[in-house]
């Protein structure tokens, strides 16, 4: 009996690691696909953005009836509305804003420093304990961010030749600033409703704040321009790059402890660094080994300290990207 209960829980954590692989994955290749498709000239970023919205909101409606329903009152519609100003409007939005004028490799990095951001937002707001280690990882992580966004840009942008690589990283910070706003805000909110609740009223209401944006780039786009290419690359936004790798976290972390789930994010730059250097978009160099090892030395010392447990749990339920 105990034999094939271990085995059963075995199994339970292999799929919920290869779970969360696949959902870094996807998330680390986001960021070169994207790239590829705004550098086409087709697309400005708000339309990609909206198009993206659109498609990952249908999915989530979609998925919504095949769960358990749930009632959402009237006073959370309007937390949800709030909610998704961070983390789809300007999370989602400043993302593929700063990536057309940044590289994949920088936007990935910095979008690990989340943990970084939520503590000093906590200090502020909530009046966050710091200790020694917690001032040590701030310190690292604020160097090595600092050092990414001033000097890690060699071949930063194929869009504008990489002459905004700089507002383009300091775009890419404010988004993950908007998804750091929310994982402290929200913290207890997450709790009450199912990731595709919560995701299906976000993204709607998130489309519907950006369309207010958008709504003059996507009558200028000019569609009998896309090739297969494109309609792929955007495909992959919609369906891997956003729904299917939600619905794979969820799977992950459902199956496998949270510290280990977390050490998937340190992922996603390695994904996206390999890719965008295979396709020509990006290369390494020594000052970015020197950020990635900076940022990626303090989140480690903010996350193992303890005190961002809860943001850390939060963290499980819904994701950056």
């Known amino acids: 009996m105990s034999v094939t209960l271990n085995k059963t829980r075995g199994l339970s954590q292999f799929s919920g690691h290869i779970a969360l692989f696949g959902a870094s994955a996807m ?56 909610a998704s100003q961070l983390v789809i409007v300007i999370n989602q939005g400043c993302f593929l804003w700063g990536l057309s004028m940044s ?28 200790t020694g280690r917690k001032i040590l990882g701030i310190a690292f992580g604020a160097g090595g961010a600092v050092l990414l966004i001033l000097g890690g840009h060699s071949q930063s942008s194929v869009v504008d030749g990489g002459n905004h690589a700089l507002m383009g990283n300091l775009l890419v910070v404010l988004a993950e600033t908007g998804y750091a706003s929310y994982l402290v805000f929200y913290k207890d909110f997450l709790k009450k409703y199912s990731l595709v609740t919560i995701m299906k009223w976000m993204f709607t209401f998130g489309f519907i704040t950006l369309l207010f944006f958008s709504w003059k780039d996507l009558l200028q786009t000019h569609w009998s321009n896309l090739n297969w290419k494109l309609w792929l690359e955007l495909g992959y936004l919609i369906v891997f790059g956003t729904f299917v790798s939600y619905m794979l976290l969820v799977v992950g972390q459902k199956r496998v402890e949270p510290v280990v789930a977390g050490v998937y994010n340190y992922f996603q730059p390695l994904v996206a660094a390999l890719v965008a250097i295979a396709w020509g978009l990006d290369s390494f160099n020594g000052i970015k080994v020197a950020a990635v090892g900076l940022v990626f030395a303090g989140v480690y010392l903010v996350s193992s300290s303890g005190v961002l447990e809860p943001l850390a749990e939060k963290r499980r339920r819904v994701p950056v990207r």
């Open 27 to 82: 998330w680390g290749l986001l960021s070169p696909v994207a790239k590829l498709l705004l550098s086409a000239g087709v697309f400005t970023p708000l339309a990609v953005n909206d198009l993206r919205l659109l498609g990952a909101m249908m999915l989530f409606w979609i998925a919504s009836f095949f769960c358990p329903r749930e009632r959402v009152s009237f006073s959370d519609l309007f937390r949800l509305f709030l």
């Open 103 to 130: 590289s994949p490799v920088d936007a990935s990095i910095i979008s690990t420093a989340v943990p970084l951001l939520a503590l000093i937002l906590g200090v502020i707001f909530f009046n966050e304990v710091l």
